[in-house]
Nanobody, 126 residues
Framework: QVQLAESGGGLVQAGASLKLSCAAS????????MGWFRQAAGKEREFVAR????????LYANSVKGRFTISRDNAKNTVSLQMNNLKPEDTAVYYC???????????????????WGQGTQVTVSS
C-alpha cells in the first residue's frame, strides 16, 4: 500500500502560479510512474499530467500543456506540479496518483491508477 499526501493548493488570481507537491511512502517510488489528476465540482476526475518511472518523460492534457510542468525527485519520494498562468477553469481539487503496476507508464486513463492522495484545493479567481 502507498500513502500519498498533496500540499500547495490555495486561492489565487488568474495569471498567478502555484506549485503542488506530493509526498509518497510505502512503495519503491522510483519504479512507479506518477500522475496528477483534478476534479472540478460536479465533474468527473480528469487527467492533468504524468511522468514516467525511468526516463522522466512527461505527458500533459491539452488544456494545461505549456502552462503546467510535472517533475519528480526520487531521492525525496516526491512529485511536483508547477502551474503557471492559472485560469479560472483550472479550479479543482488536485490529486496525485500511483499506477496499479510498477515498471509501467500509463497514460490518461484514471482506471490505471489505484492509489490516490486526499487532494488539495486550487481555486483561481477571475
Amino acid at each position: 500500500q502507498v500513502q500519498l499526501a498533496e500540499s500547495g493548493g490555495g486561492l489565487v488570481q488568474a495569471g498567478a502560479s502555484l506549485k503542488l507537491s506530493c509526498a509518497a511512502s510505502g512503495r519503491t517510488f522510483s519504479t512507479y510512474a506518477m500522475g496528477w489528476f483534478r476534479q472540478a465540482a460536479g465533474k468527473e476526475r480528469e487527467f492533468v499530467a504524468r511522468i514516467t518511472w525511468r526516463s522522466g518523460s512527461t505527458l500533459y492534457a491539452n488544456s494545461v500543456k505549456g502552462r503546467f510542468t510535472i517533475s519528480r525527485d526520487n531521492a525525496k519520494n516526491t512529485v511536483s506540479l508547477q502551474m503557471n498562468n492559472l485560469k479560472p477553469e483550472d479550479t479543482a481539487v488536485y490529486y496525485c496518483a500511483v499506477p496499479r503496476f510498477q515498471f509501467t507508464d500509463p497514460a490518461m486513463d484514471v482506471g490505471q491508477y489505484d492509489s490516490w492522495g486526499q487532494g488539495t484545493q486550487v481555486t483561481v479567481s477571475s
